[in-house]
């Protein structure tokens, strides 16, 4: 067996690192469960159950506005 001193100079490029925002999903999937339930057990009839769901997948949404509504931004 031979070693080859003649081997390809291996690129040292810096690696970039991006931050995507995930630590967030936990927050929103919280969020989410507890707007869910609330929603839910509050819910009379299954078309009240059927926009409870709508809700809490959109209740941020709906949390800015206000706020900026309240704001008068």
């Given at each position: 067996?031979?070693?080859?001193?003649?081997?390809?100079k291996?690129?040292?490029?810096?690696?970039?690192?991006?931050?995507?925002?995930?630590?967030?999903?936990?927050?929103?999937?919280?969020?989410?469960?507890?707007?869910?339930?609330?929603?839910?057990?509050?819910?009379?009839?299954?078309?009240?159950?059927?926009?409870?769901?709508?809700?809490?997948?959109?209740?941020?949404?709906?949390?800015?506005?206000?706020?900026?509504?309240?704001?008068?931004?």
């Amino acid at each position: 067996m031979t070693t080859d001193t003649n081997s390809p100079k291996q690129d040292h490029r810096e690696k970039k690192v991006r931050y995507t925002g995930v630590a967030s999903a936990p927050v929103y999937g919280l969020g989410l469960i507890g707007a869910l339930v609330y929603y839910l057990q509050h819910a009379t009839t299954l078309l009240a159950g059927v926009v409870g769901f709508f809700k809490a997948i959109f209740w941020p949404a709906m949390l800015v506005y206000k706020l900026l509504e309240f704001l008068k931004m």
